[in-house]
């Protein structure tokens, strides 16, 4: 009986093993056919015609310079911190705090923002820079702003970068903010003692997708957008100019410093971060935003346009920008993280079993 099975099975697992071959065969052979420097040529046009001349920091960060390929899994003790002379001069950092709109204010520095969202309930601090600035920029900028650091109610970190949480542990313990994270970012800093030495909150709120926020007069929706870190969050909230309500985007996480210099996982990865943006861009369509704010200021500006407040006069606000300019600035990011994604998926096509080659 169970030769008579073999007998029958044999060709039939034969012909479906063959038929494997050549299906695996065809799907490479379309790879082939496939001119990916036309589709990479595309997706490069479209971040720069996204970009205009509004967001060339974002086009050249993702576009043109190299990403860093990889995940720090290092847990040593970052150097600023290790030895103080390793802290950048003060001209390289500082800017001046000021009041942005009727209820914000930009606490941050020359390259990465922190904000002050002043509810009637006190004050929603949005990310806080390095730990060698964060007091001076934050707590200096908002007592140069007539605010009393003491309101701090909550701390959110976009994500767990030393430019990003390096004041959350410090407001915590000092006012008693609650610090608000992304689940894997928490992770981050509970996996790495060394590397977040002086710059590690205890775990208070961990932010999940569509989660609001609330403190007395003001809801912020928080939002997973993962990709620059695993945990990186996005938000949407409401500001006021001159009483007028805006509704502002968000964009918590840029560069692609996450594993993309092998196909697997980088294609994944890439993948991914596309998703998010592309998550972050539809909340920021359904909620009308018409500012679009990042953490650092080579992407959204923040620096040139605080000094363009300074003239305006009876003018248009400096960081509104309309409901297109918001759309197109997530269509840069996602288009150039197509362009580095079709790089890799050109590398499986000319190399089928290429796992570990680089681009
Ligand atoms: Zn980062």
Known sequence: MAEKICFWLTPVLLGLSGLFVVQAY?????????????????????????????????????????????????????????????????????????????????????????????????????????????E????????????????????????????????AQMLQERYGAKVVMGGPDWELVETYPNRYTSMAP?????????????????????????????????YTFTVYDQGRPLNV??????????????????????QTYIESQQHIADQAATTGATVLLSNHSEFDSAVTRNRMLLGRGDGPHPYVIGEEWVQRYFRVLQSCARAAQLRLERAVATHPSGQRVRE
């Not at 809801?219 to 990186?232: A, K």
């Not at 985007?249 to 890439?270: D, H, K, L």
């Open 26 to 134: 065809m799907q490479q052979e379309d790879l082939k056919l496939r001119n990916f420097e036309a589709e990479i040529e595309t997706a490069l046009r479209t971040a720069k015609t996204a970009a205009g001349v509004e967001f060339l920091g974002a086009l050249s960060r993702n576009c043109l310079l190299p990403a860093s390929g990889n995940v720090n899994t290092n847990d040593s003790v970052p150097r600023y911190i290790q030895d103080p002379s390793n802290v950048p001069p003060r001209e390289a950092w500082y800017a001046d705090s000021t009041q942005v709109f009727d209820n914000l204010f930009f606490v941050g520095g020359k390259l990465h923002t922190a904000w002050a969202l002043v509810t009637s309930q006190g004050i929603i601090i949005i990310d806080t820079i390095y730990p060698y600035n964060s």
């Open 202 to 234: 205890t775990r208070d709120v961990v932010a999940t997708d569509g989660m609001k926020l609330t403190l007395g007069d003001t809801t912020m929706t928080l939002w997973e957008t993962p990709g620059h870190t695993p945990g990186t969050l996005s």
């Open 249 to 270: 985007a968000y964009s918590g996480g840029t560069a692609f410093n996450f594993v993309n210099n092998t196909p697997e996982p980088g294609i994944r990865n890439f």
């Open 136 to 167: 001076e920029l934050i707590i200096g900028g908002l007592e140069r702003l007539g605010l009393d650091p003491e309101e701090i109610r909550y701390v959110i970190i976009s994500h767990a970068h030393g430019d990003h949480i390096g004041g």
